[in-house]
């Protein structure tokens, strides 16, 4: 009797732990797949201030350029800076719009 009731408590004491490690097993995935989508929208919002950044760097060139867009030389010597900003409008424009 003593041992039967022993294995009934060895018993439920594995049940229980196993059930206690297939919780553990779960909510650990939960907390890793809750991680990963924080990370995914921290690497967004980073991305977003950097782009805030770019505009606010060449805001006064682009318009200068949108005060006189036939000058030509003006265009030619700020295109790389024009092109960023150009892109990281869009971008920003694009994050938002969804």
């Known amino acids: 009797m003593i041992l039967k ?3 009934c408590l ?5 049940t229980q732990l196993n ?3 297939k919780k553990s097993v779960d909510d650990r995935q939960n907390l890793l797949d809750k991680i990963k989508k924080i990370e995914t929208e921290m690497k967004s919002l980073s991305q977003n201030m950097e782009n805030i950044n770019s505009i606010n760097k060449y ?4 318009k200068c350029h949108k005060k006189n867009p ?3 030389q ?3 010597e700020y295109y790389s ?3 960023v900003y150009k892109i990281v409008v869009k971008e920003i424009l694009e994050n938002y719009k969804n």
């Open 70 to 72: 036939e000058d030509k």
């Open 74 to 76: 003006f265009a030619e």
């Open 5 to 7: 009731v022993q294995f």
């Open 81 to 83: 800076e024009l092109s």
């Open 59 to 62: 805001r006064e060139i682009y």
């Open 10 to 14: 060895i018993f439920n004491s594995i």
């Open 19 to 21: 059930e206690l490690i």
